[in-house]
């Protein structure tokens, strides 16, 4: 590797060019901070990414000659920059993000990205985001690593051969963490009941806040469950620890835990860091409808931030204005239907924190559906589980109704009157 000073490395991106940021806890804030340094010199510079944790200063009002946001997905740190016009949203599975790279639908000019320090191969790591950043780094002209020692080396597809890094700028800093959410009496409600649905030998795929981490919790009397999902937190690793998830059942990686990346405490990141019974692999991979089928039980929880009568799932959008992204819950929630006794779950509480029902006669207005009707099974609130397959739309709206806020069922029945005759 050529290393250099992060002013020296920044000076490769040009007015016009593409560049994308490594995802998620793994964001190079040494390159980030010198690229935007350099604002004042550059025009046009779209930065591509993901979700990303920490500050993104190109993203600053001020910067708007100089940098345009292209997201994948929607993070807190943009998501004003999208709202004002300074920003935009490529909706797109998760899945098929690589893709974009990779057949140069989205041509890369310059990948900014963390790694470990090489070990005596010269292989770094990508560290706890392998996701698409592993498609990125495979597909820019030039590729621009921050060094960091605090980078835990994981297993699986995100090693990077120094001879494949162009410039690179040793600097180490922590890993962004994140602190576990808090579940409350709400949350555990919700826990339980999905924890009800998951059976012995399942395997989970399972988000990050406090109603993951409320079913995680009360899943510790189940036994062999695996673990194949897009992202884990800080809750796998109790289970692990207790013997409850061993994946033993498993058809793809039995007795490994596979995600994408990871997100959590610097406890998650050391049990990553060299466990070889952890596997972070392309998001190409972990989230391909195909693969995940074959596992059993395969058991998907997400979430949403409003669902319909007919059962529509809005999980990206408040109306018209995005929220967050597509991601990969379709990609697990098609899975799961596929995958023999698999389980595809909605989980949220059925009214906002201002009292509002999530459950609602239609979406609002501009909002985006991440996950059809057609696709939807179980839907889970503090007030118990519904299950809509195979159920006709008013059967649908009946079920939904009985989960619904109690405060809520008798204007919800009222809609679903005018619109089927009766429910």
């Not at 935009?88 to 900014?112: G, H, K, Q």
């Not at 996701?131 to 780094?137: E, F, L, Q, V, Y």
């Not at 409350?184 to 999905?194: D, H, K």
């Not at 993951?212 to 999902?229: I, K, N, S, Y």
């Amino acid at each position: 590797m050529k290393l250099v000073s992060a002013a020296e490395a920044a000076q490769v991106v040009r007015s016009g060019d593409r560049v994308f940021i490594h995802s998620v806890a793994a964001a190079p804030q040494a390159l980030i901070g010198a690229l935007t340094a350099r604002a004042g010199e550059l025009r046009d510079v779209e930065i591509v990414q993901l979700h990303t944790e920490g500050p993104a200063p190109y993203a600053a009002p001020e910067l708007a000659a100089s940098f345009r946001v292209n997201a994948l997905f929607v993070g807190k740190n943009v998501r004003d920059a999208v709202a004002r016009g300074q920003g935009d949203y490529v909706p797109i599975f998760l899945s098929e993000v690589p893709a974009l790279f990779r057949t140069r639908a989205m041509p890369l000019d310059v990948a900014l990205i963390s790694v470990s320090p090489p070990d005596k191969h010269g292989f770094c790591s990508l560290g706890v985001s392998v996701d698409a950043s592993r498609a990125a780094a495979q597909s820019a002209r030039t590729v621009v690593a921050q060094v960091n020692a605090a980078m835990p080396r994981s297993h699986g597809d995100g090693l990077i051969h120094v001879n494949d890094i162009d410039l690179a700028v040793e600097h180490t800093a922590p890993i962004f963490e994140v602190s576990q959410a808090k579940a409350g009496e709400l949350e555990r409600t919700i826990g339980s009941f999905v924890a009800s649905l998951v059976e012995d030998g399942a395997t989970l795929q399972l988000g990050i806040g406090a109603i993951p981490e409320a079913v995680l919790a009360a899943l510790t009397d189940h036994r062999d469950l695996g673990v194949h999902t897009e992202m884990f937190s800080d809750g796998i690793v109790d289970l692990v620890e207790r013997g409850v998830v061993t994946g033993a059942h498993k058809r793809n990686h039995p007795g490994k835990v596979v995600a994408s990346f990871v997100m959590g405490s610097r406890r998650l990141y050391d049990f990553v860091d060299d466990n070889p019974s952890v596997l972070l692999l392309d998001v190409a991979y972990t989230n391909d409808t195909a693969v995940i089928r074959r596992n059993p039980k395969v058991t998907a929880v997400n979430s949403a931030l409003e669902i319909d009568l007919t059962g529509q799932v809005c999980a990206d959008s408040l109306g018209t204005f995005q929220y967050s992204g597509v991601g990969g819950q379709m990609d697990f929630i098609r899975g799961a239907s596929l995958s023999e006794r698999g389980k595809p779950i909605i989980a949220l509480p059925s009214a906002t924190a201002r009292g509002e029902s999530r459950i609602v006669p239609h979406l609002k207005p501009g909002a985006g559906v991440v996950t059809t009707r057609a696709h939807v099974n179980y839907v889970v609130t503090e007030h118990g589980a519904a299950s809509l397959h195979g159920k006709n739309l008013r059967q649908r709206a009946r079920a939904l109704i009985g989960i619904a806020h109690p405060a809520h069922r008798e204007a919800l029945e009222r809609a679903a009157w005018e619109r089927f005759g009766r429910v």
